[in-house]
Structures are given as structure tokens and as C-alpha cells.
């Protein structure tokens, strides 16, 4: 079915979909940091595949309101997808990447029928089943995932035959960020079309999109299966530049990482999910330097200040002592 969008709100999903005057910027300096900073290749691809990770969860949690305590099933899938794939059928890192989405967000497709019916917290519980459930079966299959030693013995070749991977990470990082800006803009153009305006009617108030005819669950389960694909997409970018898969890509531990992620960064707003990642690993390599046993404390004091007083009095302290 259709949705029926008029000349005043298709000009203002133009408007939104546009780039602003300072996100060329951003991208060019993102690019650049690799080789302004060759020390820091590595940690830039890891920030921009958990920002790619952190932006699908922003799909089905910020624009279409369903909560997930197991996104990392996607991640975890699509990284064992990436990485079997360059091991048993072909090193090639951009085919493996693309397979591994379609896998994941087949795996997506087959789990959205779970998320439709219930509440918040039947989803909540639905999602974190169904990551254990993985986490389960990839550590009893170890002939093929390798259990709890991990998959290893996976090599990748160098991107699009040309690009091989170096020891400093300036090819994976560059690779990372060219995933996470073509994946991005695809994912912008979509939030900011009538589609997407359909699934914020959902999350606003589902009985009312129910009630002008939105096809509710058609738009749920598209917007699910397309979150999985870009998970599992991030989830192959770590498995292709790491050349290793292990338990850890399942586990509890980064779903709830993903999710503060959102929390700092902000969701229903893609940037959120970037801003959020980026936020989250400084803390994180900032807080264990200084403080190794304590870091998580520190984290959780940060977000409870983050709730408690809201993201933009945090970082506005002169607005403090206002009504």
C-alpha cells in the first residue's frame, strides 16, 4: 500500500534528507584521521564498525520503537557469516560483506514475526532468547565455528583485489568508514522518505497508523530485516579486519554496550548512533587507562548524570542553576 504523503511534507523530507553545510567536513576529517593519526588506524575502524552497529539499532529502536536486549545476534551472525565465508568459499572481503547481510538479514526476516505481538518487554525477552540461543549453538558447533577457541585460519584478501590489508589498520579503517558512509547515506535517504515517516507514525502511536492504513506489520518487518542486514554488515567488517570470530561477537555484553551507545548519542537521529560509539570508546579507553578495576563505575555515573539532568543541560553546565 502506498502512503499518501502531501507537497508540505514531502518538501520537509527533502529538506531533512539534504546535507548540511558541516557534514562534508565531518566525513572528509573521518577520512583523514587514519593519516593523521597511523597510530590510531585501528581504534578508528573499530569506532566506525560499533557507529555502524549502534546506527541499525537506531533503525528499530529510534524510528520504529521496538526495543532489542539481542541486536547482537545480527552483529555475531553476519561476523561468523563474513568470516566462514572468506575461509571455506572465497577471501574476497566485499562479497563476503555482502553475503554475510543477506544472510543476516534472512536471519532478520525469520525473527520479526517474534517482535510483532506482545509488549515491550515480551520483545525485550524474545530478542535476548533468541542471542542466547546463537551464542549457544555457534559454541556447540565447534567444528565449524571453532567453540570457545574461536574461528581461526580465516584470511582475507585485499579489497577489490586492489586495497590489501597493512599491520597499522589504514586499509581496514578506510574500508570501515567507506562501509559505514555508503550504508549511511542508503539508511538517510530511507528514514527521510514517506517510509520512513510511516514507521515514526508506528512508533508514535500504532493503533492510530493502524487506524489511516499504514500496513503496520509489513513496515515492522521490512525495517527489522533491514537492521539485521546492517548489523550483520558491521558484524563482517569485524571478523574481515580482525581475521578472527570468536564467542565474544554473541555475547550479552554487546548488545548492552550498543544500547548505551544510543542512549549517550541519542536516539531517532542517525548521527546518534556515531556520535554515541565515538563518545563511548573514549570513555572507555580513557576510563580503564586511569582506572582499570573501576571504569564501568565511572560509565554508569555518567549515564545516570546523562537521564537524570538530559544531553543537552549536560553539556550546557552555565544552564544549571536556570529554571
Do not use: C
Request: proline fraction near 3%; glycine fraction near 10%; charged fraction near 15%.
Amino acid at each position: 500500500m502506498t502512503v499518501l504523503v502531501s507537497d508540505p511534507a514531502r518538501a520537509e523530507l527533502l529538506r531533512l534528507s539534504r546535507w548540511r553545510v558541516w557534514e562534508p567536513l565531518l566525513w572528509l576529517i573521518a577520512f583523514a584521521a587514519p593519516w593523521l593519526l597511523p597510530g590510531q588506524a585501528l581504534r578508528i575502524s573499530e569506532i566506525a564498525i560499533v557507529a555502524l552497529f549502534a546506527v541499525s539499532l537506531d533503525l528499530i529502536l529510534g524510528y520504529a520503537g521496538i526495543v532489542s536486549l539481542g541486536h547482537a545476534a545480527f552483529f555475531g551472525f553476519g561476523a561468523y557469516a563474513g568470516a566462514l565465508f572468506a575461509k571455506l568459499v572465497m577471501p574476497e572481503p566485499v562479497i563476503g560483506l555482502v553475503v554475510a547481510m543477506a544472510l543476516s538479514g534472512l536471519l532478520g526476516f525469520l525473527l520479526s514475526f517474534t517482535i510483532l505481538r506482545g509488549t515491550d518487554l515480551t520483545r525485550l525477552m524474545v530478542t535476548l532468547g533468541a542471542s542466547l540461543l546463537l551464542l549457544e549453538l555457534a559454541n556447540k558447533l565447534d567444528w565449524l565455528t571453532g567453540g570457545a577457541d574461536g574461528l581461526q585460519g580465516v584470511v582475507i584478501g585485499p579489497v577489490l583485489g586492489h586495497f590489501a590489508f597493512d599491520l597499522r589498520g589504514r586499509t581496514a579503517a578506510w574500508y570501515s568508514l567507506a562501509v559505514l558512509l555508503l550504508l549511511f547515506l542508503l539508511l538517510r535517504r530511507l528514514v527521510h522518505s514517506p517510509f520512513g515517516a510511516s514507521l515514526q507514525a508506528i512508533r508514535d502511536n500504532r493503533l492510530r497508523a493502524m487506524a489511516i492504513g499504514i500496513p503496520v506489520r509489513a513496515r515492522l518487518v521490512l525495517i527489522y530485516t533491514v537492521a539485521a542486514a546492517v548489523a550483520g554488515a558491521a558484524g563482517a567488517l569485524l571478523a574481515q579486519t580482525t581475521g578472527f570470530a570468536s564467542l565474544d561477537v554473541l555475547a550479552f555484553d554487546r548488545s548492552a554496550d550498543v544500547l548505551l551507545m544510543l542512549v549517550i548519542g541519542g536516539v531517532g537521529w542517525l548521527y546518534g548512533g556515531i556520535v554515541g560509539a565515538l563518545v563511548f570508546k573514549i570513555l572507555q579507553d580513557s576510563l580503564s587507562t586511569i582506572t582499570p578495576e573501576y571504569w564501568m563505575f565511572w560509565i554508569g555515573l555518567i549515564l545516570v548524570l546523562l537521564v537524570r539532568v538530559g544531553r543537552d543541560r549536560l553539556l550546557r553546565p552555565w544552564t544549571w542553576w536556570g529554571k
